[in-house]
């Protein structure tokens, strides 16, 4: 089975800060791989596929990028909306997510 | 507009099963798949099960294989999710979401149903 393992698990920022999000995989998944945005009580919101594919009505702010077992998604510059919980996704093999990052106000 | 409507939460007591529904509309149901996760209280995503709704082929998650069975009926586009032999570490929302044909993430996803195992 492929892992994935995000980091980190949680992340404190405040509106307008450029944030990071890295998942790992345990073995290449070339570019197989989503984000998804969560928010309490709703289901996971599609935000980028094929690692670094913008889903369609995604704001620009939000870009995925790498390739093999690493990856990477970013908010050049959060907003009050994106204070959620993050979740990478490997569709290589099977479906596996990673264990999440929340996004928390600083 | 694509949807997927889940049916209603759930109490079950221990060694029960359940039968989770997901109706879609909005697309041609058997041009994709149906994959099922679930999601404990304050836990993170955990893949079920996918099942092609143009071939009912499925693929399971080990850990459930032998108690959870995916199903489709093209006549009423609606996919439905068996979880058997109930535990309370089952307690959990459970979502259906859409699979892209090909390689596959899930563009759109139903609003979740709860389910509580509770003796």
């Known amino acids: 089975d492929i892992q994935m393992t995000q980091s980190p698990s949680t992340l404190s920022a405040s509106v307008g800060d450029r944030v990071t999000i890295t998942c790992r995989a345990s073995q290449s998944i070339s570019t197989w791989l989503a984000w998804y945005q969560q928010k309490p009580g709703k289901a996971p919101k599609l935000l980028i596929y094929?690692?670094?594919n913008l889903e369609s009505g995604v704001p620009s702010r939000f870009s995925g990028s790498g390739s093999g077992t690493e990856f990477t998604l970013s908010i050049s510059s959060l907003q009050p909306d994106d204070f959620a919980t993050y979740y990478c996704?490997?569709?290589?093999?099977?479906?596996?997510f990673g264990q999440g990052t929340k996004v928390e106000i600083k | 507009q694509v949807e997927l409507v889940q049916s209603g939460a759930e109490v079950k007591k221990p060694g029960a099963s359940v039968k989770v529904s997901c109706k879609a509309s909005g697309y041609t149901f058997t041009t994709y798949g149906i994959i099922w996760v679930r999601q404990a209280p304050g836990q993170g995503l955990e893949w079920m099960g996918w099942?092609?709704?143009?071939?009912?082929?499925?693929n399971y998650a080990q850990k459930l294989q032998g108690r959870v069975t995916l199903t489709t009926d093209t006549s009423t586009t609606t996919a439905y999710m068996e979880l058997r032999s109930l535990r309370f570490d089952d307690t959990a929302v459970y979502y259906c979401a859409r699979t892209t044909p090909g390689r596959s993430y899930s563009d759109y996803w139903g609003q979740g149903t709860l389910v509580t195992v509770s003796s």
């Open positions: 094929k690692a670094s």
């Open positions: 996704q490997q569709y290589d093999s099977y479906w596996t």
């Open positions: 099942i092609g709704s143009y071939n009912d082929n499925t």
